[in-house]
């Protein structure tokens, strides 16, 4: 299964941006999925991920309250919605596929998508 994350672009402070992460081909079963960010001189930053089915959603601190994390089975797509975006969310978005224990170590996940680029401007 191939990622491929795509809504990105440039936004001012306080715009709201959507992410998709859309999978190519069918997968066999469904599958708890993260975001994360990279921005210029820095480490990839955990934001949020969201079970199998939805049922259980996970947001780092920096992101609480303004990204909500959703997604759609039917259509092998899920959601990153941004509000009150900030200069500091300026950041090269990915999704990928989690496998391993710990959700907010990017370590545990795989089948990243090549990302998009959020610049939001103040």
């Known amino acids: 299964v191939q990622l491929a994350e795509s809504g990105g672009g440039l936004a001012q402070a306080g715009d709201s941006l959507r992410l998709s992460c859309s999978a190519s081909?069918?997968?066999?079963?469904?599958?708890?999925v993260g975001w994360f960010r990279r921005a210029p001189g820095k480490e990839r930053e955990f934001l949020a991920s969201i079970s199998w089915n939805g049922g259980l959603k996970r947001y780092a601190d920096s992101v609480k309250g303004r990204f909500t994390i959703s997604r759609d089975n039917t259509e092998n797509t899920v959601f990153l919605q941004m509000n009150s975006l900030k200069p500091e969310d300026t950041a090269v978005y990915f999704c990928?596929?989690?496998?391993?224990?710990?959700?907010?170590?990017?370590?545990?996940?795989?089948?990243w998508g090549p990302g998009t680029q959020v610049t939001v401007s103040s």
């Open positions: 990928a596929r989690q496998w391993g224990t710990y959700y907010d170590r990017a370590s545990s996940y795989e089948n």
């Open positions: 081909g069918r997968p066999e079963r469904n599958y708890p």
